[in-house]
């Protein structure tokens, strides 16, 4: 049964007022479920995810792929107005992915070199902050800066909000778009299609974490080159992205915002 | 009163008719977009607000400029604005429903604008700008109905309404510190990130409306047998000069800190808007019509002769409304998104649906002005035993 926390919290709202204990609600409510439902609450074993890029091992190839496998098993849809395209991890250039931070004589290598980009899931996010209806938050158990399309009323403001440019506008019905360039819309069917008018962006696989599994960026860069993607729970000193973080120089995006991104560049 | 606004000349019919119209139009591209989305209009991802959040803030600056008629009469005792209060507050009235209007017309998911009440979250600017623009709302609907029936009865308004014009005054500017809050505290857009961006809002607010509240005195008085008064007039001319000089003053202090600083981020903007960016360059023969309009607008005003003619006034009034029009509308929201995020320039020019549609808003709040000009005006003729 496809209960998610919030539709868990509500039902355990309602059965609160009614006077119902937890387990007597749902037997009442959805008899037989309740162990199903628990089961299907999303579990997340980190504290604070985090992931690390690594531009010494990322190249075009990698990056090609990643794009590829997370826009399909997400659903996203490919759009014929350029203007109005939806990303959740894309390609960038070095000097208009660090704006204000490259200059002439930088090592020429990273002269129109692309870096792979994603939301930041920033430990501050100011996309939560100016939501009018909280349809956007920041989960509190491990980070991830969540959406819940079902709440957004479409206003936009995250967008304005967000330094980053990380979030994507469904300008026009997902389900509607071109064909041509979407066969087989959609191409996963065990994830959801959004509706037109609302805002969406990368949740950090949060479908995956929540089967303990890595998000699939990471897994596919990992298959293509060991290290490309290092994912981790940035609170555990001993954890894979830590260590590589401790080991490396690494920038972030835009750190001067204050926003915390959780990001990181090895360069 | 209401059977005043079902009497009227043909002229005035025929102008409802073609507000209907115009209306009519709006709301079948609105029907349109409803349908197939925001993606009918020249909107991005670069350039996520365009003309509908533009119209929305110039418009909350003229529903803001009811006060600068309001303050004067109940605060200072210049009996002079008693005449002309009821035609700050309507006016008021139908550019808060403007300003309504163009947000709802600006969602992805207009059917869900009600999430906005089912969960507040107060650190959001949209919650509070809702709370400050119904409020405003309420206010000047039960002060101006309420002091425009007992004026037409001949007695004193009822008590209770007294805490509530005092309350409005105040709450006038809230709606348009919110409204420069939505904008002035976003991370990452320099172009908004100013601390001046609220005192400009107020400032430009306080030109443009009561501009636009004596070019509308000007034709009520051609169309009616009401007389706004020549001393209101006057006033309000002179209101209209200061605020417009604060105005052009806070917009070059803006220039200063950019381009004495050198820094590009706070250059850039600028540049984009008046010289253009990278061959993009569609906004700046509006932004230098702003400015061509803006100084002459101050030619006019601040010079006493010109200022008391009233033609010449009436063109520097008309020269406020167009240069404030430009540069808080269009400038101000686009200028602030581009360049993008990633340093970027990405085009933003309206679609034909979305002009129709905000004609249609704009038709709507012209409707919903005449109609209470109209009522207000006959009132006052009736008073005046005509």
């Given amino acids: ?267 | 009163m209401l059977e005043k606004a079902i009497r009227g000349s043909q002229t005035y019919w025929g102008w409802l008719i073609f507000l209907l119209l115009v209306i009519g139009v709006g709301a079948g591209n609105f029907i349109y977009q409803f349908f197939e989305g925001l993606k009918i209009t020249g909107m991005g991802r670069d350039v996520s607000w365009g003309l509908y959040i533009a119209q929305f803030t110039y418009l909350v600056g003229v529903a803001a400029s009811g006060v600068m008629v309001v303050l004067p009469y109940y605060i200072h005792n210049y009996k002079a604005f008693g005449r002309i209060t009821i035609l700050g507050e309507f006016m008021a009235i139908a550019a808060v429903t403007m300003c309504i209007l163009f947000l709802w017309v600006d969602l992805g998911q207009p059917m869900r604008v009600i999430n906005v009440m089912l969960y507040p979250q107060p650190n959001s600017i949209i919650f509070w700008d809702m709370v400050v623009l119904t409020g405003y709302l309420i206010l000047n609907v039960l002060i101006g109905w309420n002091v425009l029936s007992a004026e037409r009865k001949g007695i004193h308004y009822p008590k209770w309404v007294t805490p509530l014009i005092y309350l409005s005054i105040p709450w006038a500017f809230s709606i348009h510190t919110v409204t420069a809050f939505l904008y002035q505290g976003l991370p990452g857009r320099h172009f908004w990130l100013t601390a001046i961006m609220a005192a400009r809002f107020l400032s430009s607010a306080f030109c443009s409306g009561p501009a636009l509240l004596l070019i509308i005195c000007f034709l009520v008085r051609r169309f009616t047998r009401f007389d706004p008064g020549k001393e209101q007039m006057r006033t309000l001319a002179s209101i209209v000069t200061y605020a417009m000089i604060l105005n052009v003053f806070f917009f070059l202090l803006e220039l200063f800190t950019a381009f004495y600083s050198q820094i590009p981020g706070h250059m850039v903007h600028f540049q984009f808007l008046f010289s253009g960016l990278e061959g993009h360059g569609r906004l700046v023969p509006w932004m230098w019509a702003a400015a061509v309009f803006a100084v002459l607008a101050l030619i006019l005003l601040i010079n006493p002769s010109t200022r008391r003619k009233e033609d010449t006034m009436i063109v520097g009034c008309a020269a406020v409304v167009i240069a404030t029009w430009i540069d808080k509308g269009m400038g101000l929201v686009i200028g602030g998104f581009t360049p993008n995020v990633f340093e970027r320039v990405t085009d933003y020019w309206p679609t034909v649906p979305e002009v129709l549609i905000t004609l249609g808003v704009w038709a709507t709040g012209f409707f919903i002005l005449t109609v209470l000009f109209k009522i207000a005006s006959s009132v006052k003729e009736e008073v005046a035993g005509y």
């Fill in chain 1, 1 to 267: 049964m496809g209960m998610d926390r919030r539709e868990f919290l509500r039902i355990a709202g309602y059965s609160a007022l009614l006077g119902l204990g937890g387990k007597a609600a749902f037997e009442l409510l959805a008899p037989g479920q309740i162990d199903a439902a628990v089961e299907s609450v999303p579990l997340t074993v980190g504290k604070k995810w985090g992931m690390a890029v690594d531009m010494t091992k990322m190249d075009e190839q990698i990056m090609d792929k990643v794009i590829e496998v997370c826009h399909r098993i997400h659903n996203v849809p490919k759009v014929a107005n350029p203007k109005q395209e939806i990303k959740w991890i894309w390609k960038e250039t070095y000097e208009h992915t660090f704006p204000g931070q490259h200059h002439e004589y930088a090592a020429e290598k990273y002269h129109g070199r692309n870096f792979l980009l994603l939301c930041n899931h920033c430990t501050n996010p100011p996309c939560c902050r100016v939501c009018p209806t909280a349809a956007t938050w920041k989960r509190e158990e491990d980070g991830v800066v969540m959406m819940d399309q079902h709440r957004c009323i479409g206003c936009r403001f995250c967008m304005a909000a967000c330094p980053f440019g990380a979030r994507s506008f469904n300008y026009g019905d997902p389900r509607k778009a071109p064909a041509d360039l979407n066969p087989n819309f959609p191409p996963d069917m065990t994830y959801p299609t959004r509706v037109r008018g609302v805002v969406e962006k990368c949740n950090l696989c949060a479908e995956r974490l929540a089967k303990g599994q890595i998000p699939a960026c990471v897994e596919e860069a990992n298959k293509i080159k060991e290290g490309a993607l290092t994912f981790g729970d940035l609170a555990d000193p001993e954890s894979q992205v830590r260590t590589v973080l401790r080991e490396h120089y690494s920038i972030q995006r835009k750190p001067e915002l204050g926003t915390g991104p959780n990001v990181y560049y090895i360069i």
